[in-house]
């Protein structure tokens, strides 16, 4: 029993916030309505031990929150860790890919890593694309019992 109230007293409810309303992209309008959202998740998440909020965020600034929050609580078994984005979101398609960049899989075929995040991806301020599919990567890799993904992108 004592190992059990040990265990859920240094277990640890955070988020990370996105709240992206203001794009220098010729290709995204602004989001004046990003700034509520940001207001109601607070308060939907006011019972976690820490709400971080990056505001505005580009692909870099999203990544190095991402890893400052994992790094901060490396020491603590994250019961629950929640990611909240609020801004421009776009299905990617159209995938790039350097043709001078491959390797041969077992069969001998050919296989060609893309440049260019694919699917369900997050804008950052400055039209770059963050993967969907690479940010749950980088979210299970502070090992959370638990990761919640709630997304707001506008079309």
């Keep these: 029993l004592d190992s059990l109230l040990q265990e859920t007293a240094s277990s640890m409810k955070v988020a990370l916030v996105v709240l992206n309303s203001v794009y220098s992209s010729k290709y995204f309008s602004d989001l004046p309505?990003?700034?509520r959202d940001g207001d109601l998740i607070k308060k939907m998440l006011s019972c976690?031990?820490?709400v971080e909020i990056v505001e505005n965020a580009t692909?870099?600034?999203t990544e190095q929150a991402l890893k400052h929050l994992c790094d901060k609580y490396k020491n603590n078994q994250i019961e629950s860790l929640h990611f909240?984005?609020?801004g421009h979101g776009v299905d990617n398609a159209a995938v790039e890919f350097d043709p001078n960049i491959y390797t041969k899989n077992m069969d001998g075929k050919t296989m060609y890593d893309g440049v260019t995040p694919s699917g369900d991806c997050m804008v950052g301020c400055a039209g770059n694309l963050f993967s969907v599919h690479d940010l749950k990567h980088k979210?299970?890799?502070c090992n959370p019992a638990r990761?919640?993904?709630t997304l707001d992108c506008c079309r």
Aim: glycine fraction near 6%; charged fraction near 30%.
């Design 33 to 35: 309505g990003v700034k």
């Design 147 to 149: 990761v919640i993904v």
């Design 139 to 141: 979210l299970l890799s």
């Design 48 to 50: 976690y031990d820490e």
């Design 59 to 61: 692909n870099k600034d």
């Design 84 to 86: 909240h984005y609020s």
